[in-house]
Every structure is written in structure tokens, then in C-alpha cells.
Nanobody, 120 residues
């Protein structure tokens, strides 16, 4: 049974940092591209970052480039999203997802999400 479980969300002040974790089970993490997505209140879900399985290439949306870093630890079956210099507009539920094929494509499995709130 495929599962993706996110953790690490919480309340942080503007300019602060958080590290999100996504633990995968039921499949081998390094066989798949894994993405992070977010959905802010009243907005559509958007892609934030993705890491490819084959060469570890990483991708970021323009809104987080230079502030967020995605990484993976295949031995722990975990993907991380290090978020620095957080802004109030980063407030959202963050989801990790197993891509159907490649980064930027469809998603086969979603986690349930973890809430990040950036506020003073």
C-alpha cells in the first residue's frame, strides 16, 4: 500500500525556516520523481518543487527559487523540503506527491498534507 506522510509544518514568523519531511512507504522512493505542492486558502494547488529519480535534478517554482531546497534520502525513503526566508504568502497546506512519470507531469499518489503558517 502506497503511503506518503508529511510532517514538519507549523507556525513560524516571517523570515523564519522550517523543514518538511515526506516519508514514503509501499514503494521504493528512488524509483520515482517526487514533488512538493501547496494549496493556500482560496487558491488552487500549485507545484513548488520536484526532485527527479534518475539524476537528482531539482526544480522550483519562481516564487520559492533561492529560498527552498528539496532533497532526498533514499536510505530513509524520505524527501525533504527546507524552507528559508519564509513569507506570509508561503502560508498553505503542503503536500508531497509521487509523480506519475516525470517532474511537471501528473501525480499518482498524494499525501494528506501538513499546514505551514507564516505569521507574526
Amino acid at each position: 500500500q502506497v503511503q506518503l506522510v508529511e510532517s514538519g509544518g507549523g507556525l513560524v514568523q516571517p523570515g523564519g525556516s522550517l523543514r518538511l519531511s515526506c516519508v514514503a512507504s509501499g514503494f521504493t522512493l528512488d524509483d520515482y520523481d517526487i514533488g512538493w505542492f501547496r494549496q493556500a486558502p482560496g487558491k488552487e494547488r500549485e507545484g513548488v518543487s520536484c526532485i527527479s529519480r534518475s539524476d537528482g535534478n531539482t526544480y522550483y517554482s519562481d516564487s520559492v527559487k533561492g529560498r527552498f531546497t528539496i532533497s532526498r534520502d533514499n536510505a530513509k525513503n524520505t524527501v525533504y523540503l527546507q524552507m528559508n526566508s519564509l513569507k506570509p504568502e508561503d502560508t498553505a497546506v503542503y503536500y508531497c506527491a509521487r509523480q506519475s512519470s516525470r517532474c511537471g507531469g501528473g501525480v499518482t499518489y498524494w499525501g494528506k498534507g501538513t499546514l505551514v503558517t507564516v505569521s507574526s
